[in-house]
């Protein structure tokens, strides 16, 4: 199987600039810490459950510079959600061209699984703490009957829409109704699995923990596969 790298910094940084950081940088700086703040609350208490003046506060800037770069608190959790999501998704398609193109016929339903799933688990596990937060705001989202259908599509369906595409390659006779439904109940289990509520320790009494996102994901891979051959075959 092939798994998709996880981006890395470049070797060699940049020099930084001396003096006082400009104008535009600044600017930069206080977006992105008005995001990160945005993020963390969000994950924990939900959209309905933050305001904006709670994000400036944890930001340390004021309502209004918030609502000045945002606008409304939907505009806020829109900029959050599409943040992470546009490099997820860029990660996600190009393993899955990568393995297809080297694979070639040989490529099988495992390979593809693998190259679809593995980025937002590596990332989860060596990003930092606002990945983290970002996978449990994503399981969050995605649960949410108000705008959780609707958010989703916007951001993940292409990329999901290449998954099935890769997928027919394996399983060409599988109805689009079944690729669909199979998508769906591992959609449902990969961002429950990400959000690491803790739920599985618990449950097995400590033989499995929701940290362990390696083991998570070689799991995700196998169960993904047998579902999608158990609801596609004919």
């Known amino acids: 199987m092939t798994s998709a790298p996880v981006s890395t910094p470049p070797a060699k940084a940049a020099p930084a600039r001396r003096g006082r950081p400009s104008k535009d ?66 990660e996600r398609v190009d393993a899955i061209d990568r393995y297809v193109a080297e694979a070639g016929d040989q ?9 679809f799933l593995r980025p937002p688990f ?23 009957p108000a705008f959780g259908g609707e958010t989703m599509a916007r951001y993940f369906d292409p990329a999901i829409h290449r998954l099935i595409e ?4 394996v399983l060409p006779e599988a109805r689009d ?9 591992l959609s449902g289990a990969l961002t429950l699995t990400l959000g690491e509520t803790g739920r599985i320790d618990r449950l ?4 499995c923990r929701s940290g362990d996102l390696d083991t998570a994901c070689d799991y995700m891979v196998r169960f993904a596969s ?9």
Not at 166 to 169: D, F, H, N, T, Y
Not at 177 to 185: E, I, P, S
């Open 177 to 185: 109704v079944d690729l669909y439904w199979a998508w769906h109940n």
């Open 166 to 169: 890769a997928v027919r390659l």
């Open 107 to 115: 490529a099988t339903l495992e390979g593809i699984l693998e190259a």
């Open 25 to 90: 940088q600044k600017a930069g700086e206080t977006r992105e810490a008005i995001l990160d703040a945005a993020e963390d609350l969000f994950s924990k208490h939900g959209f309905y459950g933050v305001t904006i003046r709670e994000v400036a506060r944890e930001a340390g800037v004021d309502t209004a510079l918030v609502h000045y770069y945002f606008g409304a608190k939907r505009g806020l959790f829109d900029a959050v959600f599409i943040r992470r999501a546009e490099v997820w998704n860029n």
């Open 204 to 207: 097995s009494g400590g033989q």
């Open 122 to 144: 590596e990332w989860s596990l060596k990003g930092g703490p606002g990945w983290k937060h970002y996978a449990a705001l994503v399981a969050q989202t995605n649960a949410n």
């Open 226 to 234: 047998a579902g999608f051959r158990a609801v596609c075959g004919r």
